[in-house]
Nanobody
Framework: VQLQASGGGLVQPGWSLRLSCTAS????????GAWYRQAPGKLRELVAR???????WYTDSVKGRFIISIDNAKNTVALQMNSLKPEDTAVYYC????????WGQGTQVTVSS
């Protein structure tokens, strides 16, 4: 299974971005339910996850700003990121929770004025 996150970019503080995830290479239906990020010099961390029954969890630093949702047609996740802060700068990855698949390249999100 190959995972590809997209939608990142360079934005100013306070702006929004929407990340999408695609999964390919599987003959069966798979579920991708989480977003992770890795900032320079830091470990990869779980940002948000949504289960198949709709239970949602966010890390404290993004609560009230980020919204995770499921693209039912793709069985993968999207992440609406609002009120972005410089500390949100990282490479963002999609995967399941716990991660079951190889990490894709991720998508770079840079928040800077």
């Amino acid at each position: 299974v190959q995972l590809q996150a997209s939608g990142g970019g360079l934005v100013q503080p306070g702006w929004s971005l929407r990340l999408s995830c695609t999964a390919s290479g599987s003959d069966s239906t798979i579920y991708i339910g989480a977003w992770y990020r890795q900032a320079p010099g830091k470990l990869r961390e779980l940002v948000a996850r949504i289960t198949t029954v709709g239970s949602i969890w966010y890390t404290d630093s993004v609560k009230g700003r980020f919204i995770i949702s499921i693209d039912n047609a793709k069985n993968t996740v999207a992440l609406q990121m609002n009120s972005l802060k410089p500390e949100d700068t990282a490479v963002y990855y999609c995967n399941d929770n716990p991660p079951r698949f190889s990490w894709g390249q991720g998508t770079q999100v840079t928040v800077s004025s």
